[in-house]
């Protein structure tokens, strides 16, 4: 692979990744859930990623934004091998959908 190829391959992955992140962070504006806490509690012993904090700067308020559902965020997580951070969102699905239903 020649060096350009492998530049342009390393760099489309870097902004897909922040991508991922700018998803879930948005993903947990939308839902009320602290990004930072969440992340924290996915991957205890790493120190906040700088990404992540800076795409706190693009979210849209809640009442604003688009709609990102538990499945395609988790479908991304997943793509990413993000799986320890999956594995929270998943819980925080379940506690919604289990308070959603103690509504009813």
Known sequence: MSREIEEKV????????????????????????????LYQKAYPDQPVNNKLRSA??????????????????????????????AQVVYEEKNKRIARENDED
Do not use: H
């Open 56 to 85: 706190l700067d693009f979210t849209v308020p809640k009442d604003e934004a688009e709609q990102i559902s538990d499945d395609l965020l988790l479908e991304i997580l997943d793509f990413f091998g993000n799986y320890d951070l």
């Open 10 to 37: 390393i760099a489309q992955y870097q902004e897909d990744e922040e991508n991922m992140i700018l998803v879930f962070v948005q993903w947990c504006v939308n839902r009320g859930i602290d990004p930072i806490v």
